[in-house]
């Protein structure tokens, strides 16, 4: 996994620096103000495509936020819980008798 990510993250500095460069670049031909703008712009730009890029690599390796949840919930819905006082199975917050008491059954 390691050998594997370290290709994307040098050509991630590489982006970075080419973007600051050519931010460079524009400064000097057009002037401050111009230049610092498309810098800034560029910038975020390189950032949200990074940010984008690390979330599509995560989701190859399969901790994508959809798979994490749907396991998540799948999980939830089985455990059921048991009165502590009276022995009834609890299906809100609390039992019918008016004990917060309860323990998850299995
Ligand atoms: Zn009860």
Redesign the pocket.
């Known amino acids: 996994m390691d050998s594997s990510l370290k290709p994307v993250l040098k050509r991630q500095a590489i982006f970075v620096g080419a973007s600051l460069g050519a931010g460079l670049l524009l400064t000097y031909y057009f002037g401050f103000l111009v230049g610092m703008t498309a810098n800034i712009a560029i910038f975020m730009a390189a950032m949200f495509f990074i940010r984008w890029r690390q979330q599509k690599a995560l989701r190859s390796f399969g901790f994508g936020s959809q798979t994490t949840g749907r396991g998540y919930e799948g999980e939830g819905v089985k455990i059921k819980y048991v009165?502590l006082?009276?022995?009834?199975e609890?299906k809100g917050s609390r039992?019918?008798?008016?004990?917060k008491m309860r323990r998850p059954l299995f």
Request: proline share 0%; net charge neutral; aromatic share 0%.
């Open positions: 009165c006082s009276c022995g009834a609890v039992c019918a008798c008016g004990s």
